[in-house]
C-alpha cells in the first residue's frame, strides 16, 4: 500500500513538472518573424522553437536619436547637439520559468555601432581682456564615446513565446551590459579638455555600462 501511494505521489509530482514546463502549442519547429520596437530602436527578429523548453532568436535593431539643446557653460550660453546612434546584431535563447507567459533570456549581441556623441559651440564670442573673441575663434567641442564590441544580455520576455494562432505581442525587459567606453575629443578652436579633464570625464562614464532594453515585439507566426 505504501508502495502504491508513493509511486502515485511520484507520477503526480511529475505530472505537474511536465505540465508546467510543455505547452501542446509549442512544437519543435515552430516559426516566427517579430518587428520590434522599444529602447534599442526598431529591428526585425526571427524565432525558431529548438525543442519544447528551449527557443532561439536571431535578430538586428537600429537606434539614430539626435537633439540639439542650448545649455547654460561657465557663464557662456553654448549650443549642444546630442546624438546617439546603436546598430546591433542578436542572439538569445529563451527558456520557461513561470507557465506560458515568462521566460528567462539570456544571449549576447554584437554592437557594429554603439556611440553618443556631444558636439558643443558657443552660441555667442566674448571678451577676455582687450581682445573681443567671436563664436568661430571659440570653435566647437566634440565629445565620443564609444561602447562597440561583443556583449551580454540577461533579461525576461512576457506573454506567449509563439502565437497560439497567427499574431501575437511580446514584451522583453532586460539589460546589456556594454563595459566601459572609449572617450576621444577634438576641437575646432579655443575649446578643449586637457588630459585632466579627459581622464575625469572616463571615469565619470565607467558608471554608465548598462543599457536597459524595454522592447515591445508584434510577432506572426508562419
Known amino acids: 500500500m505504501k508502495r502504491n501511494l508513493l509511486l502515485l505521489l511520484m ?16 512544437t519543435e519547429g515552430q516559426k516566427s518573424l517579430s518587428l520590434q520596437l522599444g529602447t534599442q530602436g526598431i529591428g526585425l527578429q526571427f524565432k525558431y ?41 542578436h542572439l538569445l ?3 520557461p520559468i513561470i507557465g506560458k507567459s515568462v521566460r528567462l533570456v539570456l544571449g549576447g549581441a554584437y554592437f557594429f ?10 552660441v555667442e564670442g566674448f571678451k577676455l581682456g582687450d581682445r573681443q573673441f567671436t563664436a568661430e575663434e571659440i570653435g566647437m567641442l566634440v565629445i565620443r564615446s564609444d ?6 544580455y540577461g533579461g525576461l520576455a512576457f506573454f506567449r ?3 497560439k494562432n497567427k499574431i501575437n505581442v511580446s514584451l522583453d525587459l532586460g539589460l546589456y551590459n556594454l563595459g566601459a567606453p572609449e572617450v576621444s575629443t577634438s576641437s575646432t ?13 572616463e571615469d565619470n562614464l565607467k558608471d554608465y555600462k548598462w543599457l536597459p532594453i524595454i522592447q515591445l515585439g508584434i510577432n506572426y507566426k508562419f
Open 161 to 163: 513565446d509563439f502565437p
Open 49 to 89: 522553437q529548438l525543442i519544447n523548453n528551449l527557443s532561439a532568436r536571431a535578430g538586428f535593431s537600429i537606434l539614430p536619436v539626435e537633439t540639439d539643446k542650448v545649455v547654460q557653460s561657465f557663464s557662456n550660453d553654448t549650443d549642444d547637439r546630442l546624438k546617439a546612434s546603436f546598430t546591433n546584431a
Open 147 to 152: 561602447w562597440k564590441g561583443l556583449r551580454p
Open 11 to 26: 507520477v503526480s509530482i511529475g505530472s505537474i513538472s511536465y505540465g508546467q514546463s510543455w505547452d501542446p502549442d509549442i
Open 93 to 95: 535563447l529563451d527558456y
Open 189 to 201: 578652436g579655443m575649446l578643449y579638455l586637457d588630459e585632466t579633464n579627459r581622464q575625469r570625464l
Open 113 to 122: 555601432k554603439a556611440e553618443g556623441t556631444i558636439e558643443s559651440k558657443a
